[in-house]
């Protein structure tokens, strides 16, 4: 179903400087969710497993199994600390998963948990973290049904590392992917943007932003199940995890081969994140969120799927922040307050890396 | 279907030195497959995560999903050094995967592959790593479908590490878990064993013996298709990997409430195994596989499975090693070449760490 990721993502089209991509060694970006991830993917992942089921740029696979549509998805965690306003890497480890199914319309049933923990860490630490998995997944509605631990020396890992898993049930006549975007969508987000991100780096950073800012974490499903009895044509659902609402974008905008249009006034954005985004100098564009989606519906509908977010608890926030345009495809463009407009790139990394 | 891990797993009939559990610490043995594995996951995850589908002490959890009956499995693999006598990382993670579901009789599908991976790592290393994995993919007849890449700070990672979680089809009339061990049943190993453990070891530890062994990585699950083909009644499968033979013996013992008694003279152990063990002063029943099976059969059906096994090329050094019995539940018993008896407990950890 998806096409190649050659063909997704034009590595011409990427601005970074040739001596970061010729080191040939890992670097902090090729982990923060925009171009070097996406050049990874596309030299070394794509190529070495040869096949056409990769997601492509979408947050979970779909697959046909045993007489089954399935969404098959996976993630590991490795946010630093381990635990911050919000949440913990626990909660994150249950809700990303979740929401990786969720985007493609999916109902996660199931969870894998794999721990790689490093000698010397508390058991109280990693209690602690199984526990917040075990109620983010009630919470969720779905159930850890397998895992695994490994043990690595210590100085040679960092304190729990956590990947999971998931499986859930694509309902039929749902077909959300990028590849779906459509001139003339409305483009929906389900509430403020940037919390985790602010949250993690105040903690991280020793940084006081006047209030405390906590992590948007949350699963993301029955959210969508609420869109979806709306209406089963949603096009388009991303959770704006690394690389936050930026990258996502342009991700929908480059896979679908259309452009996308915002309205600045528009896109939610609290007073604590406008306030430590301006102090660090960071866009909140690119601040990840991992409680909120990006919805792209068909005109017609997007009043009252709209509707059908806002009366929703995990979308009380949610605004119509834009469209999907003919015009510069594979581009986002911010129409801002003061009535110009400016491009919205694909990020290199993530302004911050281990935030999820 | 699995009882909780609490009926399964008698904290009592553990033996290990009590300051070792009391310091409240991750040591390396949590991550052994042995009695502190179980410790942790009776202690912290079963409670925490607090459900009844847990794969119990399965290799993989059987789950209904969108009408389908599926095997769902997660490992992660963290084996130093990333590349061995014959194989690598990548072989392990796609393999490990592969075995576990086929290890309740299913026919696995589709893998998920996470990658955490260390600042500073070369590209080249994770190339070849994702090369293997593709290639094993494709021996295996399964398909890469989803992915992630995070990526540490140097110094706080190891490198590559890789985490797989997979999804198959079990077969109608299939029940195979290690519960259904019954007195009686023969019991079957898919060929020589101890040479993964041997093979990490002979490299890590700069030892020589003699001949250079090479791991016995490979995917089964087309050897459990074969085995199946003969009778679907095959009561338990198990690869022996963390732990060796030696451990998944007392699961199964443990988790039947039988006994096994095992032939010392009937188990293949290779030349370069016995004297690699001999030196170190290690037991080959202890020592991991990464491409071996151990088989519970009913008696009526053994000859017929074990000639199956043979027949199929990862079964040709495949032997019928000992059976299950009524006596001594719970217990491993070898019966010495010597004419006496030893007991094989469950080992406590791990001999040798990060085999896997």
Redesign the interface.
């Known amino acids: 179903m998806p096409e190649r990721l050659a063909d997704l993502v034009d590595p011409a089209a990427w601005t970074c400087p040739a001596p970061l991509r010729d080191q040939?060694?890992?670097?902090?970006?090729?982990?923060?969710g925009g171009a070097l991830?996406a050049e990874?993917?596309e030299r070394?992942?794509t190529p070495?497993?040869?096949?056409a089921?990769?997601?492509g740029l979408a947050d979970?696979?779909v697959?046909e199994?045993?007489?089954?549509?399935?969404a098959?998805?996976?993630?590991?965690?490795?946010v630093r600390p381990l635990f911050f306003p919000g949440g913990c890497l626990g909660d994150l480890a249950v809700n990303g998963t979740v929401n990786d199914l969720a985007m493609s319309g999916a109902r996660p049933?199931?969870l894998?948990?794999?721990?790689?923990?490093?000698?010397?860490?508390?058991?109280?630490v990693?209690?602690r973290i199984?526990?917040a998995?075990?109620a983010a997944?009630?919470t969720a509605g779905v159930?850890?049904?397998?895992?695994?631990?490994?043990?690595?020396?210590s100085g040679?890992?960092?304190g729990v590392?956590v990947?999971t898993?998931g499986?859930g049930?694509v309902p039929d006549g749902v077909d959300i992917r990028p590849q779906r975007a459509r001139p003339g969508d409305a483009v929906l987000v389900s509430g403020p943007i940037g919390l985790h991100g602010v949250a993690i780096m105040s903690v991280r950073e020793g940084l006081e932003f006047g209030v405390e800012v906590a992590s948007d974490t949350a699963p993301l499903a029955d959210l969508v199940a609420a869109m979806l009895a709306v209406t089963p044509d949603v096009h388009v659902l991303r959770d704006p995890t690394r690389g936050g609402l930026g990258a996502s974008l342009n991700e929908i905008a480059r896979a679908s081969g259309t452009g996308v249009r915002l309205q600045e006034r528009a896109v939610p954005v609290p007073d604590a994140v406008a306030n430590a985004c301006g102090f660090l100098g960071l866009d909140p564009l690119y601040v990840a969120n991992e409680g909120r989606l990006v919805a792209f519906v068909p005109p017609s509908e997007a009043d009252e799927v709209l509707a059908a977010m806002r009366a929703h608890p995990q979308g009380a926030g949610a605004a119509r922040i834009g469209e999907c345009v003919a015009e510069h495809p594979g581009m986002v463009v911010v129409a801002t307050g003061l009535g110009g407009t400016r491009v919205v790139d694909l990020p290199l990394g993530e302004q911050l890396?281990?935030i999820?």
């Open positions: 040939g060694v890992v670097v902090m970006g090729h982990g923060g991830s990874l993917m070394i992942f070495a497993y040869g096949n089921t990769l997601s979970s696979a697959l199994l045993g007489g089954a549509r399935l098959f998805s996976t993630d590991s965690y490795v049933a199931y894998s948990s794999a721990f790689v923990l490093e000698e010397g860490v508390e058991l109280a990693v209690e199984a526990r998995m075990g997944a009630e159930t850890i049904a397998t895992g695994d631990t490994k043990v690595v020396e040679h890992g960092d590392y990947t898993a499986v049930v890396p281990r999820c």
